[in-house]
C-alpha cells in the first residue's frame, strides 16, 4: 500500500520560504509514469494545483505560482520537496503532496498525503 | 475563481439521486479527461471517478461519471448520508504550457 506524509514547519514568517518534504513509502519515486505532485487548500476554499516533478525529473508548475515554486526529488531518500519563496499571508492553507500516475493519457491524482497545515504569519 | 465551474453546494435525501456539474472550456474538458475527489470533513481528497467514467476499486458503483462537450457530471445515487462531503472535479488544461485545473467544489448535503 502506498502511503505519502508530509512533514516541515507548521509557521512561516511573511517573505520567508515554505519548505516541506514528502515521504513515500510503499512506492518508489524512480518508477515510471509517475508525477509526484503538491496541492494546496487554503482554509475554507477549494483545491490548487502546485505543481509536479516526473519521475524523468521534468517539472510543471501552476502558472500563477510558477516564479516562487520549486519542487525536487530526493531518490535516495525515496522523498520529493516543495519550496515556495516569498510567502504572505495568502499562502496559508493545508498542502497536500500527491502521487499522479498517467498512462495513455490518463492521469489522475490516486494517492494522497493526510495534509498539513501551514500558516503564514509574523 | 475556479477554472472550473461547479455549484457551490447541492443536497438530497437518502435513497434519491443527485448530480453535480462541472463546467470548463475547449482548453480542458473539452480536450481532455475528467477526474472526480471527494474530501470529508477534516480529512485529504480521495480519487472517486478517473478519465471520466472510471471507478477505481473499492468505489461503489452508486457513482457514476459522464462528459460531454466542455461539461462533466457527477452523479450519486441512492444517497446515503456517509455521502455528505466536498466534491471537486479536475482536468488538464492545455494552455499555459499546460497545468492541472480544478473545479470550486461542490458541498453535498445530505437532509
Known amino acids: 500500500q502506498v502511503q505519502l506524509q508530509e512533514s516541515g514547519p507548521g509557521l512561516v514568517k511573511p517573505s520567508e520560504t515554505l519548505s516541506l518534504t514528502c515521504t513515500v513509502s510503499g512506492g518508489s519515486v524512480s518508477s515510471s509514469s509517475y508525477y509526484w505532485s503538491w496541492i494546496r487548500q487554503p482554509p475554507g476554499e477549494g483545491l490548487e494545483w502546485i505543481g509536479y516533478?516526473?519521475?524523468?525529473?521534468?517539472?510543471n508548475y501552476n502558472p500563477s505560482l510558477k516564479s516562487r515554486v520549486t519542487i525536487s526529488v530526493d531518490t535516495s531518500k525515496n522523498q520529493f520537496s516543495l519550496k515556495l519563496s516569498s510567502v504572505t499571508a495568502a499562502d496559508t492553507a493545508v498542502y497536500y503532496c500527491?502521487?499522479?500516475?498517467?498512462?495513455?493519457?490518463?492521469?489522475?491524482?490516486?494517492?494522497w498525503g493526510q495534509g498539513t497545515l501551514v500558516t503564514v504569519s509574523s | 475563481q475556479s477554472v472550473l465551474t461547479q455549484p457551490p453546494s447541492a443536497s438530497g435525501t437518502p435513497g434519491q439521486r443527485v448530480t453535480i456539474s462541472c463546467s470548463g472550456s475547449s482548453s480542458n474538458i473539452g480536450s481532455n479527461s475528467v477526474n472526480w475527489y471527494h474530501q470529508l470533513p477534516g480529512t485529504a481528497p480521495k480519487l472517486l471517478i478517473y478519465?471520466?467514467?472510471q471507478r477505481p476499486s473499492g468505489v461503489p458503483d452508486r457513482f457514476s461519471g459522464s462528459k460531454s462537450g466542455t461539461s462533466a457530471s457527477l452523479a450519486i445515487s441512492g444517497l446515503q448520508s456517509e455521502d455528505e462531503a466536498d466534491y471537486y472535479c479536475a482536468a488538464w488544461d492545455d494552455s499555459l504550457n499546460g497545468h492541472v485545473v480544478f473545479g470550486g467544489g461542490t458541498k453535498l448535503t445530505v437532509l
Open positions: 500527491a502521487r499522479r500516475p498517467c498512462t495513455n493519457g490518463v492521469c489522475y491524482f490516486d494517492y
Open positions: 516533478m516526473s519521475y524523468s525529473g521534468s517539472t
Open positions: 478519465s471520466n467514467n
